[in-house]
């Protein structure tokens, strides 16, 4: 209620313009998101994290895997390397739009 398209209200990231990379990780098992603005993997996958969702959705987290950019759990991620010594709260851009 609220947001509008997004998902949170704030996010955290490495960087104010969130290009920094977060974490490096392993997709510990296949995910096809419900819709476009999720990205999709398979089982071990390398998959990138550019932020992470705050506030009352806490269990995304936004990457990317190959050239492809969206929404993911974070618990299907195996963390393999921390790139982000500190952490910027920002507010949310409107979630990708779907068509």
Known sequence: PGLGRRFAERKLCADPE????????KAMRDFQGPD?????????????VYYKLIGKITELWAG???????YFPKDLL??????????VELPTDVSLICY
């Not at 195996?78 to 952490?87: G, M």
């Open 64 to 70: 990317s895997v190959g050239n492809d950019f969206g």
């Open 78 to 87: 195996e963390i393999k390397h921390d790139y982000s010594e500190e952490e």
């Open 18 to 25: 969130c290009t920094l990379l977060m974490y490096r990780g």
């Open 36 to 48: 476009c603005r999720f990205v999709n993997f398979k089982k071990g996958e390398a998959v990138y």
